[in-house]
Nanobody
């Protein structure tokens, strides 16, 4: 199983970035998908999650209204559109997959390698 994130980089405050996570080696539609992030010196935190068919999404309060998670099961991919970026969004972003929605709190069965997002003020 492999999860590969892309789309990170340097953004400006108020700007946008779009992260992608491409999965292989698993039946993608059987997995609840989540984005986590970890900033330097801080613990990993849940950012957003999306259900197996994409009908239900959930977000951390810190990103609600600014970030949008989506998935395309035909492409085995999950995305996160990040708008109105803030310097405090700076972190390494990881996608994770789990069979149940508990992945939001317990962490994923499978993880990507992470992609760095840096937001300048």
């Amino acid at each position: 199983v492999q999860l590969v994130e892309s789309g990170g980089g340097l953004g400006q405050a108020g700007g946008s970035l779009r992260l992608s996570c491409k999965a292989s080696g698993l039946t993608f539609s059987n997995y609840y998908m989540v984005w986590f992030r970890q900033a330097p010196g801080k613990e990993r935190e849940f950012v957003a999650g999306i259900s197996w068919a994409g009908s239900s999404t959930t977000y951390a309060d810190s990103v609600k209204g600014r970030f949008t998670i989506s998935r395309d099961n035909a492409k085995n991919a999950v995305y996160m559109q990040m708008n109105s970026l803030k310097p405090e969004d700076t972190a390494v972003y990881y996608c994770a997959a789990g069979r149940t929605s508990m992945v939001r709190t317990t962490g994923g069965q499978y993880w990507g390698q992470g992609t760095q997002v840096t937001v300048s003020s």
